[in-house]
């Protein structure tokens, strides 16, 4: 597979950065783009995953059982980014030529699409995490 255009890389890490504030120095400080896109996608989801589950724990309404049991930030992360590389159409995407990706990135579609895409695998994986927590919760304990 060829490798990203550093545009393409930019294109990206502003996508992404749009699913968690503060999360883009994070993305700003990754790496160029390796020759096999899929460990930058996913090191790209792994610098954003974390800012953004911190953001759903900081909720003081989940408080209480997050202190008896925390979210396992590493869990999630690890299945965002498998969940987000399963998808075959951005496999697809991302099979093409660096410039043809780095147009399509300009299209409000495919950067909706990638984004959605990331906050559907971070939500899925966050939800899985969520039953396992209440599972291990008793609701009658203070």
């Known amino acids: 597979m060829p490798l990203p255009s550093r545009p393409l890389a930019r294109r990206l ?4 950065a749009l699913l968690a504030p ?16 899929s460990p930058y996608v996913a090191r790209l989801v792994g610098n954003l995953c974390p800012a953004f589950v911190a953001q759903i724990a900081d909720k003081p309404a989940i408080a209480p059982m997050l202190r008896r049991r925390p979210i396992d930030v590493a869990d999630v992360c690890a299945c965002t980014e498998r969940g987000f590389l399963a998808d075959g159409r951005l496999r697809s995407e991302f099979a093409r030529p660096p ?24 939500m899925a ?3 899985a995490e969520f039953s396992d927590i209440l599972a291990d919760n008793d609701p009658a304990r203070r």
């Not at 890490?13 to 992404?16: E, P, R, W």
């Open 125 to 127: 994986c966050l939800a």
């Open 99 to 122: 410039e043809q990706v780095a147009e399509n990135m300009k299209t409000d579609n495919l950067r909706a699409y990638f984004t959605m895409r990331l906050l559907q695998a971070t």
């Open 22 to 37: 503060g999360a883009g120095a994070a993305a700003a400080e990754a790496t160029p783009a390796p020759a096999d896109f």
């Open 13 to 16: 890490f502003l996508a992404a």
